[in-house]
Protein backbone atom coordinates (compact mmCIF):
# COMPACT_ATOMS: atom_id res chain seq x y z
CA UNK A 1 0.00 0.00 0.00
CA UNK A 2 3.00 2.30 0.08
CA UNK A 3 4.75 3.69 -3.49
CA UNK A 4 8.39 4.42 -2.74
CA UNK A 5 7.61 5.78 0.91
CA UNK A 6 4.87 7.97 -0.44
CA UNK A 7 1.29 7.44 1.28
CA UNK A 8 -1.33 6.27 -0.61
CA UNK A 9 -4.89 7.29 -0.18
CA UNK A 10 -7.79 4.81 -1.03
CA UNK A 11 -11.00 6.32 -0.74
CA UNK A 12 -14.80 5.06 -0.69
CA UNK A 13 -17.83 7.04 -1.88
CA UNK A 14 -21.24 6.22 -1.54
CA UNK A 15 -23.97 7.84 -3.72
CA UNK A 16 -28.12 8.09 -4.01
CA UNK A 17 -29.92 9.36 -7.38
CA UNK A 18 -25.54 10.69 -8.57
CA UNK A 19 -25.42 12.46 -5.24
CA UNK A 20 -22.72 11.98 -3.20
CA UNK A 21 -24.13 10.82 0.33
CA UNK A 22 -21.32 9.32 2.40
CA UNK A 23 -17.53 7.94 2.55
CA UNK A 24 -14.21 7.57 3.87
CA UNK A 25 -10.21 8.20 2.83
CA UNK A 26 -7.77 6.24 4.30
CA UNK A 27 -4.10 7.03 4.47
CA UNK A 28 -2.18 4.14 4.46
CA UNK A 29 1.73 4.80 5.20
CA UNK A 30 4.27 2.45 6.79
CA UNK A 31 4.81 3.61 10.41
CA UNK A 32 8.22 2.34 12.10
CA UNK A 33 6.35 -0.94 13.40
CA UNK A 34 2.84 -0.70 12.12
CA UNK A 35 0.93 0.16 9.14
CA UNK A 36 -2.33 2.41 9.42
CA UNK A 37 -5.35 1.64 7.99
CA UNK A 38 -8.00 4.32 9.80
CA UNK A 39 -8.04 7.65 8.30
CA UNK A 40 -5.35 9.81 8.31
CA UNK A 41 -4.15 11.06 11.65
CA UNK A 42 0.17 11.32 11.72
CA UNK A 43 0.70 15.13 11.47
CA UNK A 44 3.59 14.54 9.58
CA UNK A 45 1.69 11.93 7.28
CA UNK A 46 -1.26 14.44 6.50
CA UNK A 47 1.55 16.87 5.79
CA UNK A 48 3.61 14.99 3.37
CA UNK A 49 0.15 14.10 1.48
CA UNK A 50 -0.43 17.52 1.30
CA UNK A 51 2.97 18.28 -0.14
CA UNK A 52 2.55 15.38 -2.78
CA UNK A 53 -0.75 17.08 -3.80
CA UNK A 54 1.43 19.82 -4.57
CA UNK A 55 0.65 22.30 -0.84
CA UNK A 56 3.13 24.87 0.29
CA UNK A 57 4.03 24.42 3.88
CA UNK A 58 2.07 28.16 3.84
CA UNK A 59 -0.88 26.21 2.22
CA UNK A 60 -0.94 23.25 4.66
CA UNK A 61 -0.67 25.76 7.51
CA UNK A 62 -3.70 28.05 6.67
CA UNK A 63 -5.88 25.35 5.13
CA UNK A 64 -4.99 22.65 8.03
CA UNK A 65 -3.04 23.55 10.76
CA UNK A 66 -5.29 23.72 13.45
CA UNK A 67 -5.75 19.76 12.74
CA UNK A 68 -2.45 19.27 12.24
CA UNK A 69 -2.16 20.93 15.70
CA UNK A 70 -4.77 19.32 17.59
CA UNK A 71 -3.41 15.46 16.24
CA UNK A 72 -0.16 16.80 18.11
CA UNK A 73 -2.30 17.35 21.16
CA UNK A 74 -3.38 13.45 20.75
CA UNK A 75 -6.87 13.79 19.27
CA UNK A 76 -7.51 9.85 18.67
CA UNK A 77 -7.64 8.59 15.14
CA UNK A 78 -10.54 6.75 13.74
CA UNK A 79 -11.83 4.96 10.84
CA UNK A 80 -14.95 4.14 8.85
CA UNK A 81 -17.15 6.16 6.71
CA UNK A 82 -18.98 9.60 7.60
CA UNK A 83 -22.42 9.60 5.78
CA UNK A 84 -23.77 13.05 4.53
CA UNK A 85 -26.73 13.04 6.47
CA UNK A 86 -27.33 16.71 4.87
CA UNK A 87 -26.89 15.86 1.70
CA UNK A 88 -29.48 13.20 2.53
CA UNK A 89 -32.03 15.34 3.92
CA UNK A 90 -31.17 17.94 0.74
CA UNK A 91 -32.22 15.18 -1.58
CA UNK A 92 -35.28 14.32 0.89
CA UNK A 93 -36.35 18.23 0.71
CA UNK A 94 -35.94 17.71 -3.20
CA UNK A 95 -33.48 20.89 -3.19
CA UNK A 96 -30.71 21.30 -5.61
CA UNK A 97 -28.30 22.81 -3.44
CA UNK A 98 -26.66 21.50 -0.33
CA UNK A 99 -26.42 24.88 0.73
CA UNK A 100 -30.41 24.83 1.35
CA UNK A 101 -30.29 22.28 4.38
CA UNK A 102 -27.17 23.22 5.94
CA UNK A 103 -27.21 25.51 9.10
CA UNK A 104 -24.29 27.60 8.26
CA UNK A 105 -23.02 27.14 4.90
CA UNK A 106 -20.06 27.66 2.70
CA UNK A 107 -19.78 30.63 0.93
CA UNK A 108 -17.68 30.27 -2.43
CA UNK A 109 -14.41 31.82 -0.70
CA UNK A 110 -14.93 28.76 1.83
CA UNK A 111 -16.03 30.84 4.70
CA UNK A 112 -19.66 30.32 7.11
CA UNK A 113 -21.17 32.88 8.66
CA UNK A 114 -20.13 32.31 11.99
CA UNK A 115 -15.80 31.48 11.36
CA UNK A 116 -14.78 34.26 11.83
CA UNK A 117 -17.25 35.17 15.00
CA UNK A 118 -17.51 36.64 17.74
CA UNK A 119 -15.39 39.70 16.15
CA UNK A 120 -15.75 43.34 16.69
CA UNK A 121 -18.31 45.29 15.19
CA UNK A 122 -17.89 48.58 13.05
CA UNK A 123 -19.66 51.42 13.71
CA UNK A 124 -20.48 51.13 10.24
CA UNK A 125 -21.73 47.86 10.95
CA UNK A 126 -24.11 49.46 14.15
CA UNK A 127 -24.67 52.41 12.27
CA UNK A 128 -26.61 50.02 9.38
CA UNK A 129 -28.52 47.73 11.59
CA UNK A 130 -29.78 50.98 13.59
CA UNK A 131 -27.83 49.87 16.84
CA UNK A 132 -25.99 52.60 19.25
CA UNK A 133 -23.79 51.34 21.75
CA UNK A 134 -24.29 53.42 25.16
Do not use: W
Amino acid sequence: FVSNGAPVVESTTFSANSADIGGGAYVQATGALTVTQVRAHEPEVLKQTFKIMGYSDEEIQASVGHMLEAFKLGTPPHGGIALGLDRLVMLLANESSIKETIAFPMTSTGKTAIMDAPAEVSSEQLKELGIRVA
